[in-house]
């Protein structure tokens, strides 16, 4: 039921074409990366359908294993500016080696976000995917 109405909302978002919202600077989640905690490290973004429905996706835990970074996301649903469904989705980020994203998909499933789905979802995924490399790079400077 949940893939269903998330299939019907990413329908929507594509009819609406609406701006997406970009990385949220103002997350304080704490993320793993690592076996080490960073608060508010990697943020959110919201997937906006416009008629009152939305989807943010904010990262829970991240698992760096280059050239592939899994970030687990916690999803709210949100109807009319109420809140209708919370759960969790993991998703592969796969960079080729200058650090460019390639392939972003659901785990367990093989279709590519950036091939198949919505503009406004691959423009959304494609911008947190640069944030993340971008934060890994940092990371791995510290150390």
Request: proline share 3%.
């Amino acid at each position: 039921m949940k893939k269903y109405i998330i299939g019907c909302l990413l329908t929507i978002i594509g009819c609406f074409n609406m701006p997406l919202k970009s990385m949220s600077q103002n997350n304080d989640r704490r993320i793993m990366v690592d076996k080490k905690e960073i608060a508010g490290a990697y943020g959110s973004f919201v997937l906006s359908c416009g008629s009152g429905c939305a989807m943010t996706y904010t990262a829970e835990k991240v698992q760096r294993s280059l050239p592939r970074i899994t970030v687990t996301f916690k999803v709210k649903m949100y109807v009319d500016e109420q809140l209708s469904d919370t759960y969790y989705e993991t998703y592969i980020f796969s960079y080729d080696p200058d650090g460019r994203i390639t392939n972003i998909h659901l785990k367990g499933k093989s279709e590519d976000v950036l091939q198949n789905g919505l503009p406004a979802t691959q423009k959304s995924f494609r911008d947190f995917a640069d944030e993340l490399m971008k934060k890994n790079k940092s990371i791995g400077n510290r150390k």
